[in-house]
């Protein structure tokens, strides 16, 4: 399995929900939904889940595999902050552009 794609679909700063993203697998299956989520002590990544009759969550998608776990966060992670970067790049440049 490769993760062939992220896309940082929304980026939050209220609040712990940091982001909302999609996910490509071997260009084949989209994986929607899956938030990342500001922690007690870091950023981690939330599966897509929704309430059962019990009003309990449970994820619809999920690795299987610890190592498998750690590709998901990773990779999602790294995209995240890039775009995070991006984004401040961008701002300092248009600030730059106003001080002129």
Same mark, same amino acid.
Not at 12 to 33: F, N
Not at 68 to 88: D, S
């Given at each position: ?12 700063? =209220?609040? +712990? *929900? ?7 697998? $071997? ?5 929607? !939904? @899956?938030?990342?989520?500001?922690? =007690?002590? +870091? *950023? ?7 309430? $059962? ?5 449970? !994820? @619809? ?40």
């Amino acid at each position: 399995m490769e993760i062939t794609d992220v896309k940082i679909r929304k980026i939050m700063t =209220d609040g +712990r *929900l940091r982001a909302v993203v999609s996910v490509t697998l $071997d260009d084949m299956l989209a994986v929607h !939904d @899956i938030k990342v989520v500001q922690g =007690d002590e +870091r *950023l981690f990544v939330a599966m897509p889940s929704r309430k $059962d009759e019990n009003g309990v969550f449970r !994820d @619809i998608v999920h690795p299987i595999s610890p190592s498998a776990r750690k590709l998901f966060e990773q990779t999602i992670l790294e995209a995240y902050e890039a775009q995070l970067a991006a984004i401040e790049a961008e701002e300092a440049s248009e600030e730059a552009a106003e001080e002129d």
